[in-house]
T-cell receptor
Framework: GAGVSQTPSNKVTEKGKYVELRCDPI?????LYWYRQSLGQGPEFLIY????????DSGLPNDRFFAVRPEGSVSTLKIQRTERGDSAVYLC????????????FGSGTRLTVV | ELKVEQNPLFLSMQEGKNYTIYCNYS?????LYWYRQDPGKSLESLFV?????AVKQEGRLMASLDTKARLSTLHITAAVHDLSATYFC??????????FGKGTRLHILP
């Protein structure tokens, strides 16, 4: 596609529920990133994929968070047993891999845990 | 661990004035990015700086990179209200993940 697409744009869920957030990167971009942005803060790195594999998942806060990219394109961020502290905007970005052209971000998914 | 610090975090300025936002980072890097974010919106790429001494300009914004000082600046010339936004710098610490600063919230008064 022309840009990075994230769905849903908004998600409200109850504490303890499971959620999935989807990211469809720019076609041909091999690198895909997930970030989390809390109100008034900068984006916080979560996980980075190069192709199908997670090259760096050091930013995932705990084992309730998991992400996959099975075919090297679309990625899904999965959060189990959601907590109110998980409420944030989850941003996805993709790049051609070298970073020389920067990173294109999607519009984000605003997750609210009530 | 790479740390990225921006200052100031908040800036209110008059239209027509010049100002500079600073971005310091803690480890060696030759890749630095500037982004703009409007309220409720995603991040828009402004500049990609890939080498020491790199300078890029777009309209009233100019960004530069000094890798020896681990410093980047974003200079605003003759500010206009439309430039009001939050500006982030982000640094690649060499492992292909970029770390963001906390952002500078810029408010330009008409």
């Amino acid at each position: 596609g022309a840009g990075v697409s994230q769905t849903p744009s908004n998600k409200v869920t109850e504490k303890g529920k499971y959620v999935e957030l989807r990211c469809d990167p720019i076609s041909g971009h091999t690198a895909l990133y997930w970030y989390r942005q809390s109100l008034g803060q900068g984006p916080e790195f979560l996980i980075y994929f190069q192709g199908t594999g997670a090259a760096d998942d050091s930013g995932l806060p705990n084992d309730r968070f998991f992400a996959v990219r099975p075919e090297g394109s679309v990625s899904t961020l999965k959060i189990q047993r959601t907590e109110r502290g998980d409420s944030a905007v989850y941003l996805c970005a993709s790049s051609s891999g070298a970073g020389n052209y920067g990173y294109t971000f999607g519009s984000g998914t605003r997750l609210t845990v009530v | 661990e790479l740390k990225v610090e921006q200052n100031p975090l908040f800036l209110s300025m008059q239209e027509g004035k010049n100002y500079t936002i600073y971005c310091n980072y803690s480890t060696t890097s030759d890749r630095l990015y500037w982004y703009r974010q409007d309220p409720g919106k995603s991040l828009e790429s402004l500049f990609v700086l890939l080498s020491n001494g790199a300078v890029k300009q777009e309209g009233r914004l100019m960004a530069s990179l000094d890798t020896k000082a681990r410093l980047s600046t974003l200079h605003i010339t003759a500010a206009v209200h439309d430039l009001s936004a939050t500006y982030f710098c982000a640094v690649d610490g060499g492992d292909d993940k970029i770390i963001f600063g906390k952002g500078t919230r810029l408010h330009i008064l008409p």
